[in-house]
């Protein structure tokens, strides 16, 4: 057990460390891949800086019907996401276009329109993690201006 837990933690000291590789501990039972690192989303614009006030972590499952459209929206934090099942098209207001598939990831624009669909006839899942701030939202819908 103590072998496990020194190589989970000797994975998470050196996971941060790494570029798109993988890391094993000595007894080879603990492995950790970089999906994804970066300082720019997806559309290549630069990540702001945090915003002051007391950090909240929000970490969500998201499941979208099949067909389905989400309203335009923006966030005004860091959120970067990592599509579990089916397919996903984000879209900004400009019309910069993201196409997504099973186990690909997203470091989502900030303070962008934009929206996404599920064109596909299966559900889509998506876990976003989200770095906002107490009492703040992490998503301000354009019908609510």
Known sequence: MKTILGGFCLALILGSQ???REVHSESGAISVEVLVKSVKSWDGSELEAYAPGKPQISILKITIAPNTSLPMH??????????????????TQEGETLYMKTGDTIIEVVDKWHHGMNESEEPAEIVVFYAGIEGQPITLNKDQE
């Open 18 to 20: 790494v570029q798109a």
């Open 74 to 91: 923006q966030h005004p934090f860091i959120n970067a996401g990592l599509l579990l099942k089916g397919e996903l098209t984000v879209v």
